[in-house]
């Protein structure tokens, strides 16, 4: 089971990797509900080092509101995380991820969410390919 979409950017510069993620979502109707910098709370809280790694909890409000018609349970999976963070060789690699939606049918078994996850799917892929054209 493939559980993202993806793509691969190179930039030194990490947190004009985020914000372009976080525009493309944005072009696909998705807002930024949340964002958890991993880097940041893994060395406030356990004293870690890390790459840099950010969590963005998108959401597409219409989509979410289908999906959770179908099934209450539904937002235990949403927001769709995606995932922008650096790779750990640290080469200006940037990495950004996103969960498949298709995902949700699989782990609910719920058939009335497949043309939801559908769409969001091809909204994703279209904003995760969006970041390969700069």
């Known amino acids: 089971m493939n559980l ?3 793509t691969t950017l190179r930039t030194d510069r990490f947190d004009d990797a985020v914000e ?8 696909q109707g998705f807002g930024v509900l949340t964002e958890i910098d991993m880097t940041a709370t893994l060395k406030a809280k356990l004293g870690q080092d ?3 790694y950010r969590i ?13 018609e179908v099934d209450r349970q539904i937002g ?3 927001p769709c995380n ?16 996103a969960m498949d939606p298709d995902v949700m049918v ?12 559908s769409e969001a799917a091809t909204r994703l892929r279209a904003a995760i ?4 054209d700069h």
């Open 20 to 27: 372009r993620t976080r525009a493309a979502l944005a072009e």
């Open 50 to 52: 890390m790459e840099d």
């Open 129 to 132: 390919d969006a970041l390969g």
């Open 82 to 97: 995606v995932i922008v963070r650096r790779d750990r060789s640290d080469d200006g690699t940037v990495i950004v991820e």
């Open 56 to 68: 963005l909890g998108a959401c597409n409000p219409p989509l979410a509101h289908r999906a959770v």
């Open 76 to 78: 235990l999976l949403l």
């Open 106 to 117: 699989q782990v609910t078994g719920e058939a009335g969410l497949e043309p939801i996850a």
């Open 4 to 6: 993202a979409i993806a």
